[in-house]
């Protein structure tokens, strides 16, 4: 009978060991895989937001070179507001600016050609507790730690069509 008691303990006391090694190992393994899961949430809305990036900036480019408005030297006029429009109905809180950029004189139109860069900003709401912790420090998202937010941000350059005869 005290055989059978001795082996009693010794399964107790491993069950206890058990124990204790889960819950030394449990929250580093959650911290992994809710990094992880954190990493794969930021990636979608990075393509996302590349992809509306794209978009917008070619709907901008489309409609900057026929606007009869021109800003400096004859650039296209800035589609900003448009362009805000846009996106807001694809990402709400996302942010853009742009701005033309000249890029060659074409010789046989007699103008400059110039590229529209777009530039959009969104703040991705980090959802799980500790990577919001861990992602949300200042050398991660520039922000402070804890605050729930990281910024993302996608350039889009392209070319500005313009019409051959005016």
């Known amino acids: ?9 010794r399964r107790r006391s491993r069950l206890g060991q058990v124990t204790v090694e889960v819950l030394l190992v449990l929250p580093i393994f959650l ?11 930021m990636a979608f809305w990075s393509i996302v937001l590349n992809h509306a ?18 800003s400096r030297a004859g650039a296209p006029s800035n589609v900003s507001g ?16 742009s701005q033309s950029v000249p890029t060659t004189f ?11 860069e777009v530039t959009a900003r969104y ?13 949300s420090s200042p050398m991660v998202c520039r922000q402070g730690p804890g605050n729930g937010r990281c910024y993302i941000t996608a350039k889009i350059r392209m070319p ?3 019409p051959l005869y005016k």
Do not use: C
Request: hydrophobic content about 40%; cysteine-free.
């Open 160 to 162: 500005v069509e313009q």
């Open 82 to 97: 448009r362009m805000q429009g846009w996106m807001s109905q694809v990402i709400k809180d996302a942010t853009i600016t």
């Open 106 to 116: 074409d010789r046989q139109a007699g103008r400059q050609n110039y590229d529209l």
């Open 1 to 9: 009978m005290s055989a059978v008691r001795g082996g009693q303990k």
């Open 31 to 41: 911290l992994v895989v809710f990094s992880i899961m954190e990493i794969g949430h």
């Open 53 to 70: 990036t794209y978009e917008v900036a070619r709907l901008g480019s489309l409609t900057a070179g026929s606007n009869p408005g021109t």
């Open 123 to 135: 703040p991705v709401r980090l959802v799980f507790p500790l990577s919001n912790i861990l992602f």
